[in-house]
């Protein structure tokens, strides 16, 4: 047995599950998600789109729990963006449809590593370790596809010129207040795709 499946075993036995199914932030900031960057390395496009969709999405949701009767209120923080109505609209679909397909991503690997737990827990004593189940290697691969998908189809809503716009705003008022903050528990999470990364924008 390597290295590596020694690792993912370890992991899969110690309570990954609670790591994978982390709860959302509070409404008005985005979920949090860790991830480790040197200050020279630029966040990657589709996690600018990611943090944003979840941002606006929280917005939203903390907007309506008080009972704001304008629609698109929540976009004030944002409004430097230049977005209109119908763009807000495309941001809103487009924010609650990220959120649901994260969710049920994170409840799939849930299921497979508590399966795998409980496999490990009922087997013969003394004899081997189930193999590890093989959607466990790329769950970081699912969750960046589910990631480029949304970002794909906010910028076709949007379209070229809104696309650039909020493009610059990323670039000038939004990428810049990304704080990356390293974790501070031993990173066993980095053989898994970093699903505990923290993430926090400074926006408020």
């Known amino acids: 047995m390597n290295k590596k499946t020694t690792v993912l075993i370890a992991l899969l036995l110690s309570g990954v599950a609670e790591l994978l199914t982390a709860q959302a932030a509070p409404a008005g900031r985005p979920e949090i998600v860790h991830i480790s960057r040197s200050k020279s390395t630029p966040v990657p496009k ?6 944003f969709l979840s941002w606006a999405h929280n917005l939203n949701a903390k907007a309506i729990a008080a009972g704001e009767s304008d629609p698109y209120r ?7 963006a230049g977005l209109e109505t119908r763009d807000l609209d495309a941001v809103l ?9 994260l969710a049920k991503h994170r409840e799939r690997i849930a299921v ?6 409980r496999m490990a827990r009922n087997r013969e ?3 081997a370790l189930p193999p590890i189940p093989p959607e466990i290697h790329e769950p970081e691969a699912m969750r960046t596809a589910v990631l480029v998908h949304h970002m794909v189809n906010l910028q076709s809503s ?13 670039e000038h008022e939004f990428t810049p207040h990304i704080s990356l903050k390293p974790l501070a528990r031993p990173p066993a999470s980095a053989n898994f795709g970093n699903p505990t990364q923290s993430f926090s924008t400074g926006q408020q």
């Open 158 to 170: 949007l379209g070229p010129q809104k696309t650039a716009q909020l493009e610059a705003y990323f």
């Open 46 to 51: 589709y996690l600018a789109y990611r943090y």
């Open 74 to 80: 929540f976009a004030a923080p944002f409004q430097r």
């Open 112 to 117: 497979i590593v508590a399966e795998y737990r």
């Open 125 to 127: 004593p003394g004899s």
């Open 93 to 101: 679909k487009e924010a609650k449809a990220l959120d649901f397909e």
